[in-house]
Every structure is written in structure tokens, then in C-alpha cells.
């Protein structure tokens, strides 16, 4: 609004796309440009509905494999927290959480016995998940191990892994947070595991899957049965 002087110009609107456009990437471009369009028709003005982001670009997803969870443990292993560090590579790779709702666990959503992490969406926790519903997900025997050898040298956990802490940690790696839950998708895949439960499991959005909205329910313990015969539950290699 500044830009354009407090008055709503076609010509000073683009020019200020044009401002704009070197400075951000092409995905932050876009949602500025959303929002605009979303204010001026909000406003009626008739020629808000010619501002027309560019195409979204080609993303190619990062290859994730055994091996890469592997170098990025190797690159952590002496590591003045190599522990919490461990914890949360192998705990994010094989359950399928965001790194989002990692960094917003408590020690009460973790039930290491039976291998199990419940993903609660509890605003007045400070905890919320993308489609504003609670689910769970399952870990590995490794990630269980990995747990226990963080949580005994640590009490009172309120905050298993602060998100600031963390990503401090992470930023000279060439590894982030984020890739976890690529290797799960990936890795899921190739053992040929239903892309239905993948869905359930890394809570995608059901919305428009017909299926899994009004027919496929399973239970807890279904998903635990299905989970352990694709990832190999105690059996495996991370």
C-alpha cells in the first residue's frame, strides 16, 4: 500500500510485482501475489482477476535412501548431542512426521514400549498438525532403542526436541529435519506398502479420497499389523 501510495493502480500494482519478483523465490512470489489478488478482489476492483502467478516449478524430491540416514548419523556421531540428534533422525525417518510435529512432542506422546507416537493436533498444548486432526504413527525397534538411550540421560523433558536447538544443530549438515519424512514416503514405496495407509500414517489430507472418507477405517492395532509387516517393525535395519 505504500508502494502504490494508497491508491488502488493497475500500472503501480504490476511495477510493484516487478519490485518484488528478484527478491523472492518463485513459491513465496506466488503466495504474495495470491494475496493481492485475494485483497483487490476482496475490493472489487475488475482487473484483480489478470494478476496471474507464475506456474508453479518443477520440483523434483531429494533421493532418500538407507545409505543417506545413514551418512547423516555417521555426520552426527561425535556430535556434542548426538543422542537427542540420533533420536530424532531415527525416530522422524521412520514414522513419517513432519518435522513440525517432531519438534512439538512430548514425552507423553511417546509410548516406547509398544513402539508407538501419537501425533496430537491441541491448540491449547501448542501442538497442531496440518489437516487439525490427531492421529498416530509407529517407529522402528532402532528409533525405540535411540529413544531410550536419550530419555535416560535426560529428566523432565517437557520439550524433546526444541525446534530453534535443533535446527541450530542441523544447519551446516547438508541433512534437514524435513528429509525424515521424504525417506519414509520413499522408502515405504519400495518395500510396497499401500499408498492408503502412507496417507494415514504421515497425515495427508483424506479430502477427495472416496475410500479412505466414507470406507477404509482401521484400527490402531490394523495399523501396527500393517506398518510392521512393511518397515519390518523389530526387524528393521534402522
Given amino acids: 500500500m505504500d508502494y502504490i501510495e494508497w491508491k488502488i493502480d493497475k500500472t503501480k500494482t504490476l511495477e510493484y510485482f ?80 513432519r518435522a513440525e510435529e517432531l519438534y512439538q512432542l512430548t514425552l507423553e506422546d511417546i509410548d516406547i ?51 530453534w536447538h535443533i535446527e541450530r544443530i542441523f544447519r551446516p549438515s547438508s541433512f534437514h529435519v524435513k528429509d525424515l519424512r521424504k525417506y519414509f514416503s520413499q522408502e515405504w514405496d519400495r518395500r510396497g506398502g499401500p499408498t492408503s495407509i502412507k496417507k494415514i500414517l504421515m497425515g495427508h489430507s483424506l479430502k477427495g479420497d472416496v475410500d479412505l472418507m466414507h470406507y477404509n477405517f482401521q484400527s490402531q492395532e490394523d495399523l501396527q499389523k500393517i506398518y510392521d509387516k512393511v518397515m519390518g517393525g523389530a526387524s528393521s535395519s534402522i
Fill in 18 to 97: 516487478e519490485c518484488i519478483k528478484e527478491k523472492y523465490s518463485i513459491a513465496s512470489y506466488r503466495k504474495c501475489v495470491y494475496q493481492i489478488r485475494k485483497f483487490l478482489e476482496y475490493l472489487d476492483i475488475e482487473w484483480s482477476n489478470k494478476l496471474n502467478p507464475p506456474p508453479e516449478p518443477e520440483c523434483i524430491p531429494k533421493h532418500m535412501t538407507q545409505d543417506t540416514i545413514k551418512d547423516a548419523l555417521a555426520y552426527f556421531e561425535k556430535h556434542e548431542y548426538s543422542k537427542q540428534v540420533k533420536a530424532i533422525i531415527l525416530l522422524g525417518c521412520t514414522s513419517g512426521m
Fill in 113 to 163: 514400549q509398544n513402539r508407538v507416537v501419537r501425533i496430537n493436533h491441541n491448540p491449547d498444548n501448542c501442538q497442531s498438525t496440518k489437516t487439525k486432526r490427531s492421529r498416530v504413527s509407529f517407529f522402528s525397534d532402532g528409533a525405540k532403542e535411540a529413544l531410550f538411550d536419550y530419555f535416560s540421560d535426560k529428566s523432565n523433558l517437557n520439550c524433546l526436541f526444541n525446534q
